[in-house]
Structure formats: structure tokens, C-alpha cells
């Protein structure tokens, strides 16, 4: 797999570099830096009691502890526009003295790769001091008699169903995953959310599906018990390096790369698969980063960095993280650049690939 996360890699350092994200920053005292007796504000573009919501909720008090002076971290919700109304006024009215940070999900970078016009907010510009993974599972009923990733050949003439949230939701990266993969996929839209496209699944209605590391691990697993359903692979996760891993969550399991290897027998390579991997990296791999308003001075980026690194350390959180967080490693301190540029970034001949596909075969207008 070197070849294909090292062409990765370079494309978005060379990506990051243009835009300045790549880079160590230089070391700065943070003694000066005192919170005390003030209040952050994390801006959270979603309502109150998603998934990005907890995150943060979950993180709060911990940033709060760690932070020079322990100030108050207070979540701000500002939903609206799928997430785009809370960071357009973020990047508008934030200012950087650490007292505002700006923190997103794929949901809300998807928009900004495809050049959606109503984004006012460039990532490039923004400062990362967290960034953290999720993961999924992809999985087939069981009736297929299809054991793994080398036997999908055996189903790819026979249409498939995937209940699915939108085209240009989340579920674009299985979207194109399964483009790649050369099955025939009927997307059927307006799940409200992946617990529906389950449910179709369990009906018979959906024969392919994905979930969530924690919705796998809670729903599905009883589906693989009772020998009903069979996982084909997972999503992975991308190192502070940019290099696709398989998920920790599922280590016996192929990530995606791994899986179309085992069906094609090459690897992937074009302007698709650089589209998936920059939605999947968006998606999944980094999806929810923490972020200061551009112009941030270094010593604040810096004690941000620091304090996430060790709220991320301490054993309160370790022994708190599972249902929020999962397995994943947490990316934070200075390498986290480059992963960071990974999720935010992709190829201009992608992004136009991607608009035409959308506009061609699902009528989305951008």
C-alpha cells in the first residue's frame, strides 16, 4: 500500500505547503498565556445532542483543565444550513485570542470540497489543535454466500440496494467506494440517519450497508452472530502521516483499499479514487477537527496543542472515552498538519470529477 498513501501524502503536502498548513511552528513560551477568569466559547455549527455535540460536551472539561488559568469552555450551538450557517459566523466574528474555537464534522467539510457557494469558510486559513477519526463497517447479508472482499466479483452484475441519507451527505464516501469497486448500486435517499438504513437492511428492503464503529459493534454484531449478515470491510483510518491503517476498532478486518485489492487484484488508482480518498479522509479518517480563527498568535496555537494533547493523556478521559470516542487515536500535538491537510484538501481535477458525477447521475445542483 505504500504507493498509493505515499501519492496521497504528497498530494496534499504539496496542497498544504501552498497554503501554509505544512510546517513546525516555532516553539513559543506559553507562560504568558493565561485564561483565567474567562470564558471559551466552542462553536459548535449543529444543534444540541448529535454526535458532534457529545464530542465536544465530552472534551470541554477536560480542555478547561488543562488550559493556563482553567477557564469556563462553554458549547455554543449554532446550527443551521447543514452546519454551514455556524462556521460562515465563526470565521466572520471569532477572534484570535483563544477564546473562540470552531470545532466540525465531515458534514461540514463536504461542502467546502465540493465548492459549495455557500461556504465562507476556507480550512486552509483555520488552525487545527485537534482532529479526531471515527470508523465503519461495510456489510452484505449473509444469503449472498459472500465471505469476503475476493468473492464481491460473484454479486457485481446483481443490483444492490443502500439506504442512504443524500448524495452529497456522508454517505458519498460508500457512494464512491462502491463506484470503485464496480458494483451496481441503486442508492435509495432520504434515510434520516444510518439506524435507518439498518433497519432496511434487517427488513430485507436495503442488501448493502454501513454503519458506525459504535452502531456496528451495538447493532450489527448480533446480525453476524445469528449468521444473517457478513462484514466485507471497513472504512481504516489515516495516520498523523497521511497512510491509510486498517481500523483499529476491527484489526481482522481489510479496510477499503485492502478490499478492492482482494477483488481486482491491483490497486486503486485515478481520479475516483483520489475523490474517495478525500471524502473518506473528510468522512472518516479525520472527522471531526477542533480549530482556532486564522491569525491565532503561535503561543495560544501552541498551549491549545498542548492542552489538548493532555486531555487526551489523562486517565479520567481514558477510562471515559470508549462511547464517545472509541479506540481511535486522538491527533494531537504538531503532527497533526498534515492529517489535517488531508481531510480539508483535494485535487482540483477530483473536486470537478466529483460535481460532474453528482450533477450527471443524481441531478444535485452545487
Given at each position: 500500500?505504500?504507493?498509493?498513501?505515499?501519492?496521497?501524502l504528497?498530494?496534499?503536502?504539496?496542497?498544504?505547503?501552498?497554503?501554509?498548513?505544512?510546517g513546525a511552528?516555532?516553539a513559543?513560551?506559553q507562560a504568558?498565556?493565561?485564561?483565567?477568569?474567562?470564558t471559551?466559547?466552542w462553536?459548535?455549527?449543529?444543534?444540541?445532542?448529535?454526535?458532534s455535540?457529545?464530542?465536544?460536551?465530552?472534551?470541554?472539561?477536560?480542555?478547561?483543565?488543562y488550559?493556563?488559568?482553567?477557564?469556563n469552555?462553554?458549547?455554543r450551538?449554532?446550527p443551521?444550513?447543514g452546519?454551514?450557517?455556524?462556521?460562515?459566523?465563526f470565521?466572520?466574528?471569532?477572534?484570535?485570542?483563544?477564546l473562540?474555537?470552531?470545532?466540525?464534522?465531515?458534514?461540514?467539510?463536504?461542502p467546502?470540497?465540493?465548492?459549495?457557494p455557500?461556504?465562507r469558510?476556507?480550512?486552509?486559513?483555520?488552525?487545527p489543535?485537534?482532529?479526531?477519526p471515527?470508523?465503519?463497517?461495510?456489510?452484505l447479508?449473509a444469503?449472498?454466500?459472500?465471505?469476503?472482499?475476493?468473492?464481491?466479483?460473484?454479486?457485481?452484475?446483481q443490483?444492490?440496494?443502500?439506504?442512504?441519507?443524500?448524495?452529497?451527505?456522508?454517505?458519498?464516501?460508500?457512494?464512491?467506494?462502491f463506484?470503485?469497486?464496480?458494483?451496481n448500486?441503486?442508492?435509495?435517499?432520504g434515510?434520516?440517519?444510518?439506524?435507518d438504513g439498518?433497519?432496511?437492511?434487517?427488513?430485507?428492503?436495503?442488501?448493502?450497508?454501513?454503519?458506525t464503529?459504535s452502531?456496528?459493534?451495538?447493532?450489527?454484531?448480533?446480525?453476524?452472530?445469528?449468521?444473517?449478515?457478513?462484514?466485507?470491510f471497513?472504512w481504516?483510518?489515516?495516520?498523523?502521516?497521511?497512510?491509510?491503517?486498517?481500523?483499529p476498532?476491527f484489526?481482522?478486518?481489510?479496510?477499503?483499499?485492502?478490499?478492492?485489492?482482494m477483488?481486482h487484484?491491483?490497486?486503486?488508482?485515478g481520479?475516483?479514487?483520489?475523490?474517495?480518498?478525500?471524502?473518506?479522509?473528510?468522512?472518516?479518517?479525520?472527522?471531526?477537527?477542533?480549530?482556532?480563527?486564522?491569525?491565532?498568535?503561535?503561543?495560544?496555537?501552541?498551549?491549545?496543542?498542548?492542552?489538548?494533547?493532555?486531555?487526551?493523556?489523562d486517565?479520567?478521559?481514558?477510562?471515559a472515552?470508549a462511547?464517545?470516542?472509541g479506540?481511535?487515536e486522538?491527533?494531537?500535538?504538531?503532527?497533526i498538519e498534515?492529517?489535517?491537510?488531508?481531510?480539508?484538501?483535494?485535487?482540483?481535477?477530483?473536486?470537478?470529477?466529483?460535481?460532474?458525477?453528482?450533477?450527471t447521475?443524481?441531478?444535485?445542483?452545487?
Open positions: 500500500m505504500a504507493d498509493f498513501t505515499r501519492r496521497q504528497l498530494a496534499a503536502g504539496s496542497a498544504a505547503a501552498a497554503l501554509g498548513l505544512v511552528r516555532p513559543f513560551s504568558s498565556v493565561d485564561f483565567a477568569g474567562k471559551v466559547e462553536w459548535m455549527p449543529f444543534s444540541e445532542g448529535g454526535g455535540d457529545v464530542w465536544a460536551r465530552f472534551f470541554a472539561p477536560y480542555l478547561s483543565k488550559l493556563p488559568g482553567n477557564p469552555v462553554v458549547v450551538n449554532v443551521g444550513g452546519s454551514i450557517t455556524g462556521s460562515n459566523e470565521v466572520a466574528r471569532a477572534r484570535p485570542d483563544g473562540a474555537i470552531l470545532g466540525t464534522s465531515g458534514s461540514t467539510q463536504f467546502f470540497l465540493l465548492g459549495d455557500r461556504v469558510y476556507d480550512y486552509a486559513k483555520l488552525i489543535v485537534l482532529v479526531s471515527t470508523g465503519g463497517v461495510c456489510y447479508p444469503k449472498f454466500e459472500v465471505k469476503s472482499p475476493a468473492d464481491l466479483g460473484k454479486i457485481k452484475d443490483e444492490l440496494v443502500y439506504g442512504s441519507q443524500g448524495a452529497t451527505s456522508l454517505d458519498l464516501v460508500p457512494m464512491l467506494a463506484r470503485l469497486l464496480g458494483l448500486v441503486r442508492h435509495v435517499f434515510m434520516q440517519g444510518r439506524g439498518r433497519l432496511a437492511f434487517e427488513r430485507g428492503e436495503a442488501t448493502i450497508d454501513y454503519q464503529s452502531a456496528y459493534l451495538t447493532n450489527v454484531t448480533p446480525l453476524v452472530e445469528a449468521d444473517t449478515a457478513v462484514p466485507m471497513s481504516g483510518v489515516l495516520d498523523a502521516e497521511g497512510n491509510v491503517a486498517r481500523d476498532t484489526p481482522d478486518l481489510p479496510h477499503f483499499v485492502e478490499a478492492y485489492e477483488m487484484g491491483q490497486k486503486p488508482s481520479v475516483e479514487y483520489d475523490a474517495y480518498l478525500a471524502f473518506f479522509g473528510s468522512g472518516f479518517a479525520a472527522q471531526k477537527p477542533c480549530m482556532l480563527p486564522e491569525g491565532t498568535p503561535d503561543d495560544i496555537v501552541a498551549t491549545y496543542r498542548k492542552a489538548f494533547a493532555d486531555a487526551v493523556a486517565p479520567e478521559l481514558q477510562k472515552k462511547d464517545v470516542l479506540d481511535y486522538q491527533a494531537v500535538g504538531d503532527d498534515k492529517l489535517y491537510a488531508v481531510a480539508t484538501s483535494i485535487k482540483p481535477e477530483a473536486r470537478e470529477w466529483v460535481r460532474n458525477f453528482l450533477t447521475e443524481y441531478q444535485v445542483k452545487l
